[in-house]
């Protein structure tokens, strides 16, 4: 069966924004990690941002202050929050979930299109 679950994708134009959701199955328990993964054609996969249970928090340089992660525990359930959006930032993004900084659980990933 299917344990981590991603939604919020689609086709917006440069500037606009999309929340992404992710939720991981409540039979996963523990999970101290989760996170969120992009990538885009002819490029490698790259760590977006991630979360710890504590709340600590990582951004990759290209999406700060522009992106926000969010995740509420008692559910298993990640958000991330885009906001001005460019064309660069098109690209297949997957919710990975674990115990320590390696996701132990991935998505299916959601397809995100930014116009210009």
């Known amino acids: 069966q299917v344990q981590v679950v991603e939604s919020g994708g689609g086709l917006v134009q440069a500037g606009g924004s999309l929340r992404l959701s992710c939720a991981a199955s409540r039979s996963i328990f523990n999970i101290n990690v989760m996170g969120w993964y992009r990538q885009a054609p002819g490029k490698r996969r790259e760590l977006v941002a991630r979360?710890?249970?504590?709340?600590?928090?990582y951004y990759a340089d290209s999406v700060k202050g522009r992106f926000t992660i969010s995740r509420d525990n008692a559910k298993n359930t990640v958000y991330l929050q885009m906001n001005s959006l460019k064309p660069e930032d098109t690209a297949v993004y997957y919710c990975g979930a674990g115990y320590s900084e390696a996701p132990n659980y991935w998505g299916q990933g959601t397809q995100v299109t930014v116009s210009s």
């Open positions: 979360i710890t249970r504590g709340g600590s928090i």
